[in-house]
């Protein structure tokens, strides 16, 4: 059983640019969580989606968007990159809204130069 | 509002010792606590899970964390560090209901020397 994939592992991107991160949830999860963890810190909560809606938002401008396909899977999208916006992105799963457990992905590294 | 502290961002013990993380949550009502460990360029394990059950929680690989609600605290221990130990461990807590998203702690980064 694959359990969450994120792609792509590594990418760098110039300040300004867009950038769109993909994450498949674990087999019969429906609930997509994305975390933004910069170096040295603890993941920091972006949104999560759930039934292909956002349903809760951390504190991150509105630069951040997501989306949630039929499939469950998702992206992040980050629009106007700051060097700031260099970090670890992670995708956590889970099977609904309620459930305790999250599972995470690998996780995409992205820097910003 | 809900946070997570853990004390420490490095600890070094020797291989054999006694391995103790200590975290501590606050919020009004005792949240959801967890324990995930993260190796180099690897994303997050989860270790082990308190969910209002049992408060002495056994997870994988030989580690426990006590629940204990006078103290606010969801400390990690294991009895006898292995060299395979060593990485990042995080503590998260979630609310039991209302808001689902996790709320880590900064880390505390496990040395274990030979």
């Known amino acids: 059983d694959a359990g969450v994939t994120q792609s792509p592992t590594h990418l760098i991107k110039t300040r300004g640019q867009q950038v769109t991160l993909r994450c498949s949830p674990k087999?019969?999860?429906?609930?997509v969580s994305w975390y933004q963890q910069a170096l040295g810190q603890g993941p920091q909560f972006i949104f999560q989606y759930y039934e292909e809606e956002e349903r809760q938002r951390g504190n991150f401008p509105d630069r951040f968007s997501g989306h949630q396909f039929p499939n469950y899977s998702s992206e992040l999208n980050v629009n106007a990159l700051l060097l700031g916006d260099s970090a670890l992105y992670l995708c956590a799963s889970s099977l609904s809204q309620t459930n305790t457990e999250a599972f995470f992905g690998q996780g995409t590294r992205l820097t910003v130069v | 509002a809900q946070s997570v502290t853990q004390l420490g961002s490095h600890v070094s013990v020797s291989e054999g010792a006694l391995v103790l993380l200590r975290c501590n949550y606050s919020s009004s009502v005792p949240p959801y606590l967890f324990w995930y460990v993260q190796y180099p360029n690897q994303g997050l394990q989860l270790l082990l899970k308190y969910t209002s059950a049992a408060t002495l929680v056994k997870g994988i690989n030989g580690f426990e964390a006590e629940f204990k609600k006078s103290e606010t605290s969801f400390h990690l221990t294991k009895p006898s560090a292995h060299m395979s130990d060593a990485a990042e461990y995080f503590c998260a807590a979630r609310r039991q209901s209302g808001t689902y998203k996790y709320i880590f702690g900064t880390g505390t980064r496990l040395k274990v020397l030979a």
């Open positions: 087999s019969g999860h429906d609930t």
